[in-house]
C-alpha cells in the first residue's frame, strides 16, 4: 500500500469527520430548536422529538442500524467503512452537543443559515466520498429499483418527512423546512463542484472502450459517441458525451483521473435534461 493512497484515506476520513461535525452542529443550532423538519433522519427525529420527546441522536442511530444492514444486503459495493463512519457520527455530534447553549429559534434564520451550514457539512463528506446514510440511503434504493432519478427519488423521501411535519407542526414552518432542503442543496452543489447540479460531460478520448465500459457499468448513464480528429496531432479520436448528476459527476471525475487520466474531460451545466434516465424512466435491454 503506497504511502500517497494512505494519506489519501486519511484525509477522506478527516473530511467525512469534519462534515458530519458540521451536519451535527447545524441540527443542534439551527433546526432543531427552530423545529424544522427539513427532510432525511433529522426531520423524522426532530418529528419524534417534538411528539414523544426522544432524544434524537437516539431515534438517528435506531433508524439508521437497519438502513445499514439493508445497505449492506442490497446495495454491496456502494457501502463502505467510510459510509459508516458518517452515519454513526452524525448522531455521535448531536449526542456530544445536546445540551450546547448556542441556539437559533428564529425559524426565517434557522432554514437559511442552517441549510447553509448543512449542505456545507454534506458537500464535506461527499468529497470526503462518504456519505451520513438516512434517507439518501433508501433514495439509492428506490433509484436502483424503480429506475427513477436519484435528484427525484430524494425529493420523494424527503417531501414525505416535510409534509408529515406540516402535520406535527404547521404548515409554515414546513415552507421553512422546503426552504432550509432548497438551501442545502445549493450549497453542497457549490461545495462539491461549484456549479449546477446537472451536468453535461465531453471526454476526448483514444480510448473509448474503457471510458464507454466506466459509465456504463460505475455510474449507469449513457452517452453518445462522436468521431473526432485531433487539431494538432491529426490522430483519430471520439468524443463522448453524456450527461450525470452531481454526486455521479464528482465520482466520475475521480474515475477517470484514475483510469484514463490521458483523456480530456469538460464538465458542464446542464439548466434542463429531457430523455430516459431523466425525464422518463430508464429502459434496459
Excluded at 228 to 257: H, P, R, W
Aim: aromatic content about 12%.
Amino acid at each position: 500500500m503506497s504511502n500517497r493512497y494512505v494519506k489519501s484515506t486519511f484525509f477522506d476520513y478527516l473530511l467525512i469527520i469534519l462534515g458530519a461535525s458540521l451536519v451535527g452542529l447545524s441540527f443542534n443550532i439551527f433546526l432543531l430548536p427552530s423545529r424544522i423538519a427539513a427532510g432525511g433522519i433529522s426531520g423524522v427525529s426532530t418529528i419524534l422529538y417534538e411528539l414523544f420527546g426522544f432524544n434524537p441522536a437516539y431515534v438517528q442511530w435506531i433508524i439508521n442500524i437497519p438502513l445499514i444492514i439493508l445497505g449492506l444486503l442490497l446495495a454491496g459495493k456502494e457501502f463502505s467503512t467510510k459510509t459508516l463512519v458518517g452515519t454513526f457520527f452524525v448522531p455521535f455530534v448531536i449526542w456530544l452537543t445536546g445540551g450546547i447553549e448556542l441556539s437559533v429559534d428564529n425559524p426565517l434564520l434557522s432554514s437559511i443559515y442552517g441549510g447553509i451550514l448543512l449542505g456545507i457539512g454534506l458537500g464535506i463528506v461527499y468529497r470526503g466520498n462518504g456519505s451520513t446514510g438516512g434517507t439518501a440511503l433508501i433514495a439509492q434504493l428506490l433509484k436502483k429499483y424503480t429506475g427513477i432519478s436519484s435528484g427525484f427519488s430524494q425529493l420523494i423521501v424527503d417531501g414525505v418527512v416535510v409534509i408529515t411535519s406540516a402535520f406535527v407542526f404547521n404548515f409554515e414552518l414546513a415552507l421553512y423546512a422546503l426552504m432550509s432542503i432548497y438551501v442545502t442543496s445549493k450549497v453542497i452543489d457549490f461545495v462539491q463542484l461549484q456549479t449546477s447540479p446537472t451536468k453535461l460531460v465531453l471526454i476526448i478520448t483514444e480510448n473509448e472502450k474503457k471510458v464507454q465500459e466506466i459509465i456504463q457499468n460505475e455510474i449507469d448513464r449513457g452517452l453518445t459517441k462522436v468521431k473526432s480528429t485531433g487539431g494538432f496531432s491529426d490522430n483519430e479520436k471520439t468524443m463522448i458525451f453524456c450527461v450525470v448528476e452531481q454526486s455521479e459527476a464528482v465520482y466520475l471525475k475521480k474515475l477517470l483521473q484514475t483510469a484514463e487520466p490521458s483523456s480530456f474531460v469538460i464538465f458542464l451545466n446542464a439548466s434542463e435534461i429531457l430523455g430516459l434516465g431523466f425525464s422518463k424512466a430508464k429502459r434496459y435491454q
